[in-house]
Structure formats: structure tokens, C-alpha cells
């Protein structure tokens, strides 16, 4: 069994900063790539960034410049620092990994979600 536990959310105000913490547990033999996820109320999830293996990383549009993401391979945890937050950032942010089994079968796994409300 694979675990992936978000940590880190909370309501902050404009201009404020957030550290968002994802964490991969479980039996597996390697992690391709971690990633942050986003879903604004009424709106469809959306990629916020994303870092490979290789520490390539890639981010929205909407981010670039605010965010930033990071790993600590020897822990599977991956991070999410938000500066300059804006009410627009407001949002349940999800972790996503992607990874290869005991059986070397890829396969991606989230976790259960962390609110970011950035309001005054």
C-alpha cells in the first residue's frame, strides 16, 4: 500500500506565504515524479507544478515566479512554497505521484487534499 499525505494549508492573507508538505510512504521502487494539483471552488483541478526525478521542474502560467516547488528524495516528500499568495490562489491543493510498483508497474496515487484560503 501506497500513502501520500499533504500537510501545511491554511488561510493566509494577500501577499502572505505558505509552505505546502507532501509525503510518500508505502512499498514501492522508485518515484518518477511528485506534482501539485489545484481546484478553485466550481472550477476543474488544474497543474500547479510539477518536479521530475531528474529535478526538471514545470509550473502554470498563473505561478510562475510565486511558486516554488522542491524534493527531499531520501524522504519521498515534496514541496510547495507559496509567496505572494493572491485570492485567486484560493484553492483545496492536492499532491500527486507518480511511481513504479515492487512489480515495476507505473502507477499515481493523491492525496487527500489541503486547503489554501487566501483572503483578508
Known amino acids: 500500500q501506497v500513502q501520500v499525505v499533504e500537510s501545511g494549508g491554511g488561510l493566509v492573507q494577500p501577499g502572505g506565504s505558505l509552505r505546502l508538505s507532501c509525503a510518500a510512504s508505502?512499498?514501492?521502487?522508485?518515484?518518477?515524479?511528485m506534482a501539485w494539483y489545484r481546484q478553485p471552488p466550481g472550477k476543474q483541478r488544474e497543474l500547479v507544478a510539477a518536479?521530475?526525478?531528474?529535478?526538471?521542474?514545470n509550473y502554470a502560467d498563473s505561478v510562475k515566479g510565486r511558486f516554488t516547488i522542491s524534493r527531499a528524495n531520501a524522504k519521498n516528500t515534496v514541496y510547495l512554497q507559496m509567496n505572494s499568495l493572491k485570492p485567486e490562489d484560493t484553492a483545496v491543493y492536492y499532491c500527486?505521484?507518480?511511481?513504479?510498483?515492487?512489480?515495476?508497474?507505473?502507477?499515481?496515487?493523491w492525496g487527500q487534499g489541503t486547503q489554501v484560503t487566501v483572503s483578508s
Open positions: 500527486n505521484v507518480e511511481l513504479l510498483t515492487m512489480t515495476y508497474t507505473g502507477s499515481a496515487y
Open positions: 508505502g512499498s514501492f521502487f522508485s518515484i518518477e515524479a
Open positions: 518536479i521530475r526525478g531528474g529535478g526538471s521542474t
